[in-house]
């Protein structure tokens, strides 16, 4: 299963990419962080910090994800 | 109206957006760019937003505003890329009967972006530097 993950901000510089494809084996927004957390090591320190975004609502942390759904990395906003 | 723009902001065309003939009160808020941020000399501010997504949450807000206040029409206006100092990155206004709710629902817009939109802004230091701005409880309870 593939979901598009966004990256913004200073989520974007840190994982060094602004779109991607990723597989997921485990369709669920933990399971999307484990795999960011495995292939992105260093860029550990920020997740705790980002709001995640899925079709563009806010999500919880228990969210299920399917197909094709668009996941957005949000750090923390400072718009305005 | 809800709209982000990588241009100058029209202030005059958002107070038009809203003002109606019943309307004895159009609240207008402008956020500007200001020259200092934590103890350093700011040279500019920089946005970024998550286009879809900002403006549809920006539209809930609304939606939360004319459900909560009697007023009668709302513009936001928010602006990405480089704003110079003294210029608006966001411009909201707010027409009521009357000024009581104009004020409330205005701030209420303003407070509530900042916690929930997904813009961010990059603040461009004097020294050369830049850093993504943590937002400190006066930016959301001003």
């Not at chain 1, 705790?48 to 996941?71: H, T, W």
């Not at chain 2, 009967?97 to 813009?119: G, M, N």
């Amino acid at each position: 299963m593939t979901v598009r993950v966004r990256m913004f901000a200073s989520a974007r510089e840190v994982f060094g990419f602004e779109l991607r494809d990723v597989p997921v084996t485990d369709p669920s927004l933990e399971g999307l962080k484990t795999w960011l957390r495995s292939e992105f090591p260093s860029a550990q320190g920020i997740l705790s910090s980002c709001r995640f975004a899925v079709n563009m609502e806010y999500a919880r942390g228990d969210a299920e994800l399917k197909e094709g759904d668009e996941v957005a990395v949000i750090p923390p906003v400072s718009g305005g | 109206m809800t709209e982000l723009t990588e241009h100058t902001i029209d202030v005059k065309k958002v107070i038009s957006a809203v003002t109606t003939e019943a309307s004895g009160a159009v609240d207008l808020f402008l956020g500007t760019t200001r020259n200092h941020s934590d103890g350093k000399a700011v040279r500019s501010l920089s946005y970024e937003a998550y286009p879809e997504m900002a403006e549809k949450e920006i539209g809930k807000i609304v939606q939360e505003v004319h459900y909560r206040w009697p007023v009668h029409k709302v513009a936001v206006v928010h602006r990405l890329g480089d704003v110079p100092l003294t210029e608006a990155s966001v411009v909201i206004a707010v027409s009521s009967s009357h000024r009581k709710e104009a004020f409330e629902a205005c701030r209420y817009i303003i407070d509530t972006l900042k916690e929930r939109v997904p813009i961010w802004k990059k603040e461009v230091f004097e020294d050369g530097t830049s850093e993504w701005a943590r937002s400190t409880h006066e930016d959301i309870h001003g």
